[in-house]
Structure formats: structure tokens, C-alpha cells
């Protein structure tokens, strides 16, 4: 009976990250707010910001091990805002009701127990799944699950729950527009029929999907999202024979740590365009991989009808593909294209031909220790006079140069600011605005993939 009890406890206490109660014995609650709701709102999406960063760091970090150093000082901040946020809401029913929408608009679920407690959660109080506009599955590891429930019966038992609870979210949450699965573990594994079965009864209003384990993917051809708009997908692993689903409205492909493999036989003979035929904006974010294939699909498929408008390329090793950049942009209408740049003495950038329908022009320079940082910013000085020479830069209205972290510091900026200085004064004569700034990569990028326009 005790144990009974602990237990009972035990499950109130998390119960309590997911539905703060007004009521609380240490907390007078009065029956409203001496502050207009604008401030409080305002007071909340800061703790609310919190969670929402934790979740990024979480599903950044485990997404590419290239991520995992610049997003540890972000790995201890759950547990601080779900308190604050839950100390905030119960001051009083109008701080609790506004706290409460705030909360459950982004659900992070990094455990089983964490999925177990919201589906009892939002099976007890069924107008909370209708505020939930975002759902991260992010961190699920599987010894997760083999710490807390031993193997055996018992832990088969679990598992078949824990499947259960994932399509339950997803079919009692039907405000649902971001749905971001990072799982890792076995379940998912043999989940995927499940979530067939309710994507094909249930019309999902899924606006963005991002699907990093590539098991996930054979699935997708059996949903419902008839208004899905933004793709991101991770590719390693992935099965060569995959059919590529339809999505119709999707507008922006966000591509990570895909091999050049991955590329060849996904995109292939146009089947890009086939599979998304209303794509506007392609990202990709990658260490090893030629994105050529991927560009080459666009150029060759049906380039009459394609108007790729933005296009961001990082995280590449060098930049021989901007020869192929040049190549696609001039068949293709791009209007905005962003560049990672990360090379030793590499000049092809001093040869990249811009397409002409281009208005938007971000270079994001990484330039190794030890690296001549004036022979690159050279090279991009006269990247432009040539591109001018030759009637190129007539659209051309913003260009940016973001600078990594470990180049930003004053002692590296006075050896190349002679070039800076050219380009800064070149951009002047042609109307061009120019850029320059110290903006840490890692932040920028999830800024991009957090708020697609």
C-alpha cells in the first residue's frame, strides 16, 4: 500500500513539468493579475524560450556529433525552466492560463516516461491537446528503457505501451504543425504500421516534419499531409530502393548529413522535382557529401518549371561545387543563395559565375588555423569585380560575409580588413548592401531551421 502510494506520488510530481495546478498549498492564488496579460506573456515566453532551446540543443546535438560542442552549455536548462515556468503559472488563474497555452504550444518528450505522462496527461484533460502546436521526440536512447524496465515480459509489455502512446499523441493532438522525431531506439522500429494506420484515417495539419532516422521515412508515402511545407530530413543509412513519397505543397527541403549516395539515388533523374514539384527553398547542411546530384535533378529534370528561390550550401569541406552552383543558378531563377565556405587556398570562388536573377548573396566563411585569411578574402573581392564585369550583379541587392567563431577576433580581423575594406567600398559603388559580422554558425543555423518563412 505504501508503495502504492510512493508511486502515486512519484507520478503527480512529473505530472506537475506538464499541468501546473493553481491550487497549490504554498502559493495564495488570487482571482486574477494586477499585470496587463502583454507583460505576462512576455515574462513567460522567456522561461518558454528556455524549453525551446533546450529541445534544439538536444536534437542538434544528437543529430551531427559536429554539433555536441557548441551546444553543451545549453544540456542542463530543462529542469531550471520547467521549474520556473511552473512556479510563474501558479501564481494565480490568469497567470495559469496563459502559462499552460504557452507550455503545451512545444512539448519536448526526452524519455518514456516523459511520452507515458503526456498521454495520460491529454487523456484526462482533452482540451489541452488542442494547444499543442509542436511535439519534439528528441533524446529517446534505449537504455533508457533498459534502466528503468526490466527485460523479459515486463518489458515487452512496455514497449508495446510506449508504441501505443506515440499514435495516440499523434492522433489526439490534431493541432499539431511541427512534429520533430529524433528517436533512436527499437521502438520506433516496429511502430512504423501503427502510425500508418493513423496517418491514413487521419488528415495530420503537420506543416513541418523533420525525420531524422532514415527508418522513419518508408512511412512517410503512407501519411496524410496534405499541408506539409517544410521537409528535413537526415540521410545516412538510407535504403537506396525507397520510392520518394509526393508532398505536393512542400516549399522547403532541409537536407543533413545526407552522403553523396544518399544524393545520387533519391535525386536521381529528376526525382526531386517529382517528389516535391512546389519546392522553393533547398538547405543543406553537410560535412562530406557533393551536393551535385542534388542540383543536377533541379537542372535536368524539368528546369522550365522550376524556380528554386533560395538556396542555403553549408558545412561543405571546400567549395568545388560551386562550379556546378554556377551552372544551375543561370537555368534556375535564384533569387537568394547562402554559401559555406571552408577552405585553406582554394581560389574557385574567384571564378564562381552568379546567376543573374540573384538579389541575396551570404557568403559563410571558415577558414582553418594557419590559413591565409587575406588570399580568401582576396579571392571574394574579386569573386565580384568579375561577376560586375560581366553584367552579373544587376539584381544583386544584399551580400553578407558571416564569419565562424574561431576567426572573429581582432588580432585575425587587421590582417585581412585592407579587403574588407575594398569590398565594403565595391558594394558602395554598385548599391549593394554589404554585411559583415561575427555570427556563431551554430546559432544562425538553428535560427534558419527554427523560423522557415
Known amino acids: 500500500m505504501k508503495s502504492s502510494e510512493n508511486n502515486k506520488g512519484h507520478i503527480r510530481t512529473i505530472l506537475s513539468r506538464f499541468l501546473p495546478t493553481p491550487c497549490s498549498a504554498s502559493v495564495s492564488v488570487t482571482r486574477s493579475s494586477t499585470l496587463p496579460p502583454e507583460i505576462i506573456i512576455q515574462v513567460l515566453e522567456c ?22 560542442h557548441f551546444l553543451a552549455p545549453f544540456s542542463d536548462s530543462k529542469g531550471e525552466a520547467y521549474l520556473g515556468l511552473h512556479h510563474a503559472s501558479v501564481l494565480n488563474r490568469t497567470w495559469y492560463s496563459i502559462g499552460v497555452e504557452l507550455l503545451y504550444r512545444h512539448v519536448v518528450l526526452t524519455s518514456s516516461q516523459d511520452i507515458l505522462l503526456f498521454r495520460r496527461t491529454i487523456d484526462s484533460s482533452p482540451r489541452l491537446a488542442s494547444l499543442v502546436h509542436e511535439v519534439t521526440f528528441a533524446g529517446l536512447e ?32 490534431l493541432s499539431i504543425d511541427t512534429l520533430n522525431v529524433n528517436i533512436k531506439w527499437p521502438i520506433i522500429y516496429d511502430e512504423g504500421q501503427a502510425l500508418v494506420n493513423s496517418g491514413s484515417q487521419t488528415p495530420f495539419s503537420i506543416r513541418k516534419l523533420v525525420a531524422c532516422d532514415h527508418t522513419l521515412l518508408p512511412t512517410l508515402a503512407h501519411f496524410t499531409f496534405p499541408l506539409l511545407e517544410v521537409l528535413c530530413l537526415d540521410g545516412y543509412g538510407f535504403r537506396y530502393s525507397f520510392t520518394y513519397p509526393k ?27 517529382r517528389a516535391l514539384p512546389s519546392l522553393r527553398n533547398l538547405e543543406v547542411y553537410n560535412h562530406s557529401a557533393d551536393i551535385t546530384p542534388v542540383l543536377n535533378s533541379l537542372v535536368f529534370s524539368h528546369p522550365s518549371s522550376v524556380s528554386l528561390q533560395r538556396v542555403s550550401i553549408l558545412e561543405t569541406p571546400s567549395i568545388r561545387h560551386l562550379d556546378t552552383c554556377g551552372h544551375w543558378g543561370n537555368q534556375i531563377h535564384t533569387t537568394d543563395i547562402t554559401l559555406g565556405v571552408i577552405s585553406y587556398s582554394d581560389v574557385s570562388i574567384a571564378s564562381l559565375v552568379l546567376p543573374p536573377s540573384l538579389h541575396s548573396f551570404t557568403l559563410v566563411v571558415e577558414i582553418p588555423r594557419g590559413a591565409s585569411r587575406v588570399f580568401v578574402f582576396k579571392n571574394i573581392h574579386r569573386c565580384l569585380v568579375l561577376n560586375a564585369q560581366n553584367s552579373k550583379l544587376r539584381s544583386l541587392e544584399r551580400f553578407a560575409i558571416l564569419l565562424t567563431p574561431d ?47
Open 142 to 173: 534505449q537504455r533508457t528503457y533498459q534502466r528503468t524496465v526490466p527485460q523479459g515480459r515486463g518489458y515487452r509489455k512496455h514497449l508495446k505501451f510506449v508504441k501505443g502512446s506515440l499514435t495516440n499523441i499523434l492522433t489526439n493532438c
Open 247 to 273: 508532398f505536393p505543397n512542400v516549399h522547403t527541403l532541409q537536407l543533413y548529413d545526407a552522403s553523396s549516395h544518399w544524393h545520387e539515388h533519391v535525386f536521381g533523374e529528376g526525382g526531386l522535382h
Open 407 to 453: 576567426n572573429s577576433g581582432a588580432n585575425e580581423v587587421s590582417s585581412y580588413e585592407s579587403h574588407l575594406d575594398l569590398i565594403r567600398d565595391f558594394c558602395g559603388t554598385q548599391g549593394i548592401q554589404f554585411t559583415f559580422d561575427h555570427v556563431g554558425l551554430h546559432k544562425w543555423v538553428l535560427g534558419k531551421v527554427r523560423h522557415v518563412s
Open 47 to 68: 522561461l518558454v524560450a528556455e524549453l525551446n532551446l533546450h529541445a534544439q540543443a538536444l536534437f542538434f546535438s544528437l543529430l551531427s556529433g559536429y554539433w555536441t
